[in-house]
């Protein structure tokens, strides 16, 4: 599948941009990425609002295997196969992905406010006296000074 083909294939959605991404391509519209193509098959971004869309359609999330057996999924979903042979439908999917791919990125840029906790719940720290202060800087350095006796022993 190449850049021409999917060029082609998403014009009815509109002007896109292609780079090559781990071993396939992100399919990006005004700088936001969209969908993926991975071994030949595209997947599209989808959120809570779509995901319904693509069940309906018996399509499951994209996924993959960790190093440490762990199955991950992810937010992109497989294209049902009949959008390959109309344009307009596949536009239509597109924009709900993009759509879904800009409100991710929306939550990530929004600040997040932490909740101030109570006056009672807040614990005052507890204060280090200079003799801990000291211990913590230089571990084991009163055993040293006991070990290695300073200058000649007059014996």
Not at 9 to 27: D, E, N, T, Y
Request: net charge positive; hydrophobic share 35%.
């Amino acid at each position: 599948m190449g850049a021409d083909y999917l060029r082609d294939l998403f014009a009815s959605f509109g002007r896109i941009s292609i780079q090559r991404m781990f071993s396939g391509f992100g399919l990006y519209a005004d700088g936001t990425i969209f969908a993926l193509v991975l071994r030949g098959t595209i997947y599209l971004k989808a959120d809570a609002d779509s995901i319904p869309y693509f069940e309906a359609e018996g399509l499951a999330p994209f996924g993959y295997d960790t190093k440490h057996g762990r199955r991950v999924l992810t937010s992109y979903w497989r294209m049902p196969d009949r959008l390959y042979d109309d344009p307009d439908e596949l536009a239509k999917w597109a924009r709900r992905a993009l759509a879904a791919s800009r409100n991710k990125a929306a939550e990530r840029k929004a600040p997040r406010r932490r909740a101030k906790a109570s006056a009672k719940a807040r614990k005052p720290k507890a204060k280090k006296t200079k003799a801990k202060k000291l211990k913590a800087k230089r571990p084991g350095s009163a055993r040293r000074q006991q070990a290695k006796p300073r200058g000649r022993s007059r014996t």
